[in-house]
């Protein structure tokens, strides 16, 4: 028994000093983001890591791509601004040892076109300039201001326009960015982010007095986490949480968010921003640990890299702090977790691929072509290579390719403004022969239907049809006539086939809107379609509506048997059935600019069945109007009560299941 313990100990103890499992990571995965289906798809890489001189920093906090592409680096924790060269050898090194120059946790600078370095001297509370050089210049203190008295002036992030104008990001600080002159005047605050209404706001604004919200915490707004300027002098600023809205802001001179507060994908954790010379934005962002880049509108194109703290592996991020793009369209990146910085390149398909978004997006399609086409050679999955080929065929009037590649990029603005062309071009063509053949369908419906009441004049069909033809009539005037419609219903006893043959009419034409509604209003790959998920979503509230329309009308003394319950909801659905066979046809015909036709059918539909049921369940239990609608507003509580307990009951039969299913697999292995 000793020796079995003993061996007990040792494998234990053999087991906890076992290395552990060691995932691999690639630092240069990519995805791009595909708008028109709002999902990130894989794709090989745009970027990847380049080898640089790997300089040790202490704490690498900031960092600025100078006009002549050298590197500048904010070293906090070695009280340093860093000069790097573009292969990331060190150049020069600025703060002082003592006196004026000497820096104290700087944690933000920026560099002038002319190689002047204004740091933001956190540790000293001050602006402090330098030559190109490298030399003491000057420093900016706290402005004097009635408007500064109650602010403390700790600089942490700073632009400068070409005017000299300071636009300064203080620590924690809700009023925006501080502006100053060039003689340190103060010129106000800047840009400033909007506070967050909350719906519990809203609600102490209703119930509290005066008094009572003046007690209150004021609902402040987020502070700006960096900021950043383009070559044209737009000011970006980025702002970390609010799940992404207004994450980044492109400001003008007068303050106007261009971007009008969007929301960003992958801007939740958002750290840096920074804009290459073609208007193309890059951005860090924690909570989705990539590197994202977006075109001039703000929309998400690519992401690439990956962050984790435990890194120690050249190309995978650690904690970055700061961006920025030098003129090759490098990418540059501090990491105070590793204390280095990492330069990621453009790979070959990455530089075609920005060449042609960037000439697409100036509207030079027939520029862009060549790019697409070697884009295209590369990689035929990447949706962006469809929508820009689309839109060249579409510029040089090839209607016909522009169709196919925009459907397969799912670009429906695209494809509607090729379909259009397509359109009018087949009714300029055929305009004569659809004349006559809409003029010989409508002699064809009117005589038939003449034709078809004198034979059955001349030779009724038996006595057993006239029964099951006439509730099949009724669908009709039960739409057109519902009151009079249910009375007689309610009277009648409904053959079980017909209702059944009516429920499985609906069904086909519920499949048929599936499968061949236009692209314009069903943007989706056939292929992918859960025919039974979608015929789920479309039964399952109808079944459930009967079950507890009975239910709650006969605990209201309703006089509705389940019978005629069934009957009339089977009847309600005649709408469905008369508008969407049209509505099916129009919506492979009409536009976007023309769906407002299918969009007020499809609306109609919808009321006009709403109004049935009300209709329905008022005549079937014999309720006044007011009493039908209390009933039909415990019926929908009662259809959610329904729908909660089936998924409380699916949850826990599958909980149970799993677990007999994983004890099963246990015997059965160890067995």
Same mark, same amino acid.
């Given at each position: 028994?000793?020796?079995?313990?003993?061996?007990?100990?040792?494998? !234990?103890?053999?087991?906890?000093?076992?290395?552990?499992?060691?995932?691999?990571?690639?630092?240069?995965?990519?995805?791009?983001?595909?708008?028109?289906?709002?999902?990130?798809?894989?794709?090989?890489?745009?970027?990847?890591?380049?080898?640089?001189?790997?300089?040790?920093?202490?704490?690498?906090?900031?960092?600025?791509?100078?006009?002549?592409?050298?590197?500048?680096?904010?070293?906090?924790?070695?009280?340093?601004?860093?000069?790097?060269?573009?292969?990331?050898?060190?150049?020069?090194?600025?703060?002082?040892?003592?006196?004026?120059?000497?820096?104290?946790?700087?944690?933000?600078?920026?560099?002038?076109?002319?190689?002047?370095?204004?740091?933001?001297?956190?540790?000293?509370?001050?602006?402090?300039?330098?030559?190109?050089?490298?030399?003491?210049?000057?420093?900016?203190?706290?402005?004097?201001?009635?408007?500064?008295?109650?602010?403390?002036?700790?600089?942490?992030?700073?632009?400068?326009?070409?005017?000299?104008?300071? =636009?300064?990001?203080?620590?924690?600080?809700?009023?925006?960015? /501080?502006?100053?002159?060039?003689?340190?005047?103060?010129?106000?605050?800047?840009?400033?982010?909007?506070?967050?209404? %909350?719906?519990?706001?809203?609600?102490?604004?209703?119930?509290?007095?005066?008094?009572?919200?003046?007690?209150?915490?004021?609902?402040?707004?987020?502070?700006?986490?960096?900021?950043?300027?383009?070559?044209?002098?737009?000011?970006? %600023?980025? %702002?970390?949480?609010?799940?992404?809205?207004?994450?980044?802001?492109?400001?003008?001179?007068?303050?106007?968010?261009?971007?009008?507060?969007? %929301? /960003?994908?992958?801007?939740?954790?958002?750290?840096?921003?920074?804009?290459?010379?073609?208007?193309?934005?890059?951005?860090?962002?924690?909570?989705?640990?990539?590197?994202?880049?977006?075109?001039?509108?703000?929309?998400?194109?690519? !992401?690439?890299?990956?962050?984790?703290?435990?890194?120690?592996? =050249?190309?995978?991020?650690?904690?970055? $702090?700061?961006?920025?793009?030098?003129?090759?369209?490098?990418?540059?990146?501090?990491?105070?977790?590793?204390?280095?910085?990492?330069?990621?390149?453009?790979?070959?398909?990455?530089?075609?691929?920005?060449?042609? /978004?960037?000439?697409?997006?100036?509207?030079?399609?027939?520029?862009?072509?060549?790019?697409?086409?070697?884009?295209?050679?590369?990689?035929?999955?990447?949706?962006?290579?469809?929508?820009?080929?689309?839109?060249?065929?579409?510029?040089?009037?090839?209607?016909?390719?522009?169709?196919?590649? /925009?459907?397969?990029?799912?670009?429906?603005?695209?494809?509607?403004?090729?379909?259009?062309?397509?359109?009018?071009?087949?009714?300029?063509?055929?305009?004569?022969?659809?004349?006559?053949?809409?003029?010989?369908?409508?002699?064809?419906?009117?005589?038939?239907?003449?034709?078809?009441?004198?034979?059955?004049?001349?030779?009724?069909?038996?006595?057993?049809?006239?029964?099951?033809?006439?509730?099949?009539?009724?669908?009709? =005037?039960?739409?057109?006539?519902?009151?009079?419609?249910?009375?007689?219903?309610?009277?009648?006893?409904?053959?079980?086939?017909?209702?059944?043959?009516?429920?499985?009419?609906?069904?086909?034409?519920?499949?048929?809107?599936?499968?061949?509604?236009?692209?314009?209003?069903?943007?989706?790959?056939?292929?992918?379609?859960?025919?039974?998920?979608?015929?789920?979503?479309?039964?399952?509230?109808?079944?459930?509506?009967?079950?507890?329309?009975?239910?709650?009308?006969?605990?209201?003394?309703?006089?509705?048997?389940?019978?005629?319950?069934?009957?009339?909801?089977?009847?309600?659905?005649?709408?469905?059935?008369?508008?969407?066979?049209? $509505?099916?046809?129009?919506?492979?015909?009409?536009?976007?600019?023309?769906?407002?036709?299918?969009?007020?059918?499809?609306?109609?539909?919808?009321?006009?069945?709403?109004?049935?049921?009300?209709?329905?369940?008022?005549?079937?239990?014999?309720?006044?109007?007011?009493?039908?609608?209390?009933?039909?507003?415990?019926?929908?509580?009662?259809?959610?009560?329904?729908?909660?307990?089936?998924?409380?009951?699916?949850?826990?039969?599958?909980?149970?299941?799993?677990?007999?299913?994983?004890?099963?697999?246990?015997? $059965?292995?160890?067995?």
């Amino acid at each position: 028994m000793k020796r079995f313990l003993i061996f007990l100990l040792l494998a !234990a103890t053999s087991m906890l000093v076992a290395p552990e499992a060691i995932h691999a990571e690639l630092p240069y995965r990519t995805a791009y983001y595909d708008s028109n289906q709002s999902t990130w798809l894989r794709i090989q890489p745009v970027y990847s890591p380049a080898e640089t001189k790997g300089i040790r920093f202490v704490e690498p906090i900031d960092l600025q791509v100078g006009a002549d592409d050298k590197v500048y680096v904010a070293d906090k924790g070695a009280n340093r601004v860093i000069v790097l060269d573009n292969d990331g050898a060190l150049l020069q090194t600025i703060g002082e040892e003592e006196g004026a120059g000497m820096l104290s946790a700087p944690e933000g600078l920026f560099v002038t076109p002319e190689g002047v370095v204004y740091v933001a001297d956190s540790g000293n509370q001050r602006i402090a300039v330098f030559r190109a050089d490298g030399t003491f210049d000057r420093e900016y203190k706290k402005p004097a201001s009635t408007f500064l008295e109650q602010e403390h002036f700790v600089p942490v992030k700073l632009v400068v326009d070409r005017r000299g104008v300071m =636009y300064v990001s203080l620590n924690s600080s809700y009023q925006g960015l /501080l502006r100053m002159n060039d003689k340190g005047e103060f010129m106000g605050f800047f840009g400033a982010n909007k506070a967050q209404q %909350t719906v519990l706001n809203w609600l102490k604004k209703l119930v509290l007095n005066k008094e009572q919200l003046d007690k209150e915490t004021a609902s402040l707004p987020r502070p700006i986490s960096n900021v950043a300027i383009d070559k044209d002098g737009f000011i970006f %600023t980025a %702002t970390a949480a609010g799940f992404g809205q207004g994450a980044i802001r492109k400001l003008n001179a007068g303050g106007v968010d261009a971007f009008k507060n969007k %929301t /960003l994908v992958n801007g939740h954790g958002i750290v840096d921003v920074a804009s290459d010379s073609k208007g193309f934005l890059y951005n860090i962002d924690m909570e989705s640990a990539n590197i994202n880049i977006y075109d001039q509108n703000g929309e998400a194109l690519f !992401a690439f890299g990956f962050i984790d703290n435990a890194t120690q592996q =050249y190309g995978v991020l650690g904690f970055p $702090t700061s961006i920025g793009v030098d003129s090759k369209f490098g990418v540059w990146i501090s990491d105070s977790r590793t204390g280095t910085i990492h330069k990621f390149v453009r790979t070959e398909f990455g530089s075609d691929v920005m060449n042609a /978004l960037g000439l697409y997006l100036e509207g030079k399609y027939e520029e862009s072509k060549p790019y697409w086409d070697r884009v295209y050679a590369r990689n035929d999955m990447y949706n962006g290579t469809f929508q820009g080929l689309g839109k060249v065929y579409l510029h040089e009037n090839n209607n016909e390719d522009a169709l196919s590649f /925009l459907k397969t990029a799912f670009d429906t603005k695209g494809y509607s403004k090729a379909f259009w062309q397509i359109r009018l071009e087949f009714l300029q063509q055929h305009f004569i022969w659809i004349i006559l053949g809409l003029a010989a369908l409508f002699l064809l419906l009117r005589y038939s239907r003449l034709l078809l009441k004198k034979q059955l004049q001349r030779r009724p069909l038996p006595e057993s049809w006239q029964r099951p033809l006439g509730d099949l009539r009724n669908l009709w =005037y039960v739409m057109l006539h519902p009151y009079h419609g249910f009375y007689k219903l309610k009277e009648a006893r409904v053959a079980p086939w017909i209702i059944i043959f009516i429920l499985v009419s609906v069904v086909a034409v519920k499949i048929l809107t599936i499968y061949y509604t236009g692209f314009l209003f069903h943007p989706v790959e056939l292929s992918q379609v859960n025919l039974f998920g979608s015929l789920g979503l479309f039964v399952v509230p109808w079944v459930t509506w009967i079950i507890a329309n009975y239910l709650v009308c006969s605990v209201k003394d309703g006089e509705g048997k389940f019978r005629e319950v069934i009957q009339g909801s089977t009847y309600a659905l005649a709408p469905y059935l008369f508008f969407s066979i049209p $509505t099916l046809l129009l919506s492979n015909i009409v536009t976007l600019d023309e769906r407002v036709i299918v969009d007020s059918l499809n609306t109609v539909m919808f009321l006009w069945m709403g109004v049935m049921l009300i209709v329905m369940t008022q005549v079937i239990h014999n309720f006044d109007f007011v009493e039908t609608l209390k009933n039909i507003a415990i019926t929908i509580f009662t259809i959610g009560t329904i729908w909660l307990f089936a998924f409380l009951v699916f949850g826990l039969s599958y909980n149970l299941y799993d677990f007999f299913y994983q004890l099963y697999k246990e015997v $059965t292995f160890y067995g």
